[in-house]
């Protein structure tokens, strides 16, 4: 079934902060801003919402070598959650 414009949105901006999460050594604070969460406190709860993770501990879990198909990383926290992992995006070149 569908998802609401602002759900849509904050999946959006978590995978958007996913990427900086990943390659950037910026502070969640900076990073939520340029995502369009505004604080870094609005990033966390939507991380927690479609994650099940805080930023912190998915940068951290990432940069350990957790696997990238681990159940804590994909869309909804869990298996069967969404239909692909985090990483798949529709638009994205680098998808596998």
Known sequence: MGTTPARYLEQVRVRAAQRFLESADIDTEAIARRCGFGSAERM????????????????ERFRS???VDHPALLVG??????????????????AP
Not at 44 to 59: E, K, M
């Open 77 to 94: 926290g869990h298996p069967g959650a969404a239909e692909q992992p985090w990483y798949v995006l529709a638009d994205d070149a680098r």
């Open 44 to 59: 966390r709860r939507s991380f927690q919402r479609v994650l099940g993770i805080s930023p912190s501990a998915y940068r």
């Open 65 to 67: 070598g957790c696997p």
